[in-house]
């Protein structure tokens, strides 16, 4: 254990992962007890993740006997082979600036934009009574239960985990559950209204070319 030079910073573990639940918040205010399960559920993924990213790396410890047999001239305990995907297809890239990388980046940065341009027009509906039809609404139905997905999809191409790829699964679950009891709450409340918008606009993949129109998409 003595080559785990790039392990064991629990402050800043604890540190990255405040930061990105504070950065999290901040763009999707919990607005009840519902918003606060699911945001809750993000959170404990992210802690999880920064977890093995910066203090103990469980998912290599477990796998090392593996690892090292198949790529033997890896240092495994250290802090870039935590990027799994590109050390093991041996890509000989710096993983920081490799494909998988820089597509979590994408993901990331379009989840956090996507709950960032979601959450205003939800509240702003909400306190109206109204229905949220217009910006990120008027392309899906659950935009900020999409983008949480695409910050975790993210995270998963950059540095995967046994913990968060068990997480991962049951968390989609557990959004789409709640975007179900929601829509059937929505239905009863706004009545045809709700029933014309979700004919129009898709549950999770917005149309492709752009626009809400068109014939409805499965959820």
């Given at each position: 254990?003595?080559?785990?030079?790039?392990?064991?910073?629990w402050v800043f573990a604890a540190a990255n992962a405040a930061?990105?639940?504070?950065?999290?918040?901040?763009?999707?205010?919990?607005?009840?007890?519902?918003?606060?399960?699911s945001f809750g559920a993000f959170s404990a993924f992210i802690v999880a993740l920064f977890a093995e990213m910066y203090g103990f790396p469980l998912t290599i410890y477990l796998l090392s006997g593996w690892l090292q047999t198949r790529w033997p001239g890896v240092n495994w305990f250290s802090h870039d082979a935590g990027h799994l995907p590109e050390m093991m297809l041996g890509l000989?890239?710096?993983?920081?600036?490799?494909?998988?990388?820089?597509?979590?980046t994408v993901?990331?940065?379009?989840?956090?934009w996507l709950v960032a341009a979601a959450w205003p027009v939800l509240?702003?509906?909400?306190?109206?009574?109204?229905?949220?039809?217009?910006?990120?609404?008027a392309w899906l139905r659950h935009p900020q239960y999409a983008g949480f997905i695409l910050i975790m999809t993210g995270f998963l191409f950059q540095w995967p985990t046994l913990v968060t790829l068990v997480m991962y699964p049951v968390l989609v679950a557990m959004y789409v559950r709640l975007a179900r009891r929601e829509e059937r709450?929505?239905?009863?409340?706004?009545?045809?209204?709700?029933?014309?918008?979700?004919?129009?606009?898709?549950?999770?993949?917005p149309h492709l070319g752009g626009g809400a129109s068109g014939a409805a998409r499965p959820s």
């Open positions: 254990m003595s080559g785990m030079q790039g392990y064991g910073f930061l990105f639940i504070a950065f999290a918040y901040s763009f999707a205010r919990p607005l009840n007890a519902r918003d606060w399960r000989g890239v710096n993983p920081h600036f490799g494909p998988f990388h820089l597509l979590s993901f990331i940065i379009g989840g956090f509240f702003r509906a909400v306190r109206a009574g109204r229905l949220a039809t217009t910006g990120p609404y709450e929505a239905a009863e409340r706004f009545g045809p209204e709700y029933a014309a918008w979700q004919a129009r606009v898709p549950g999770w993949f």
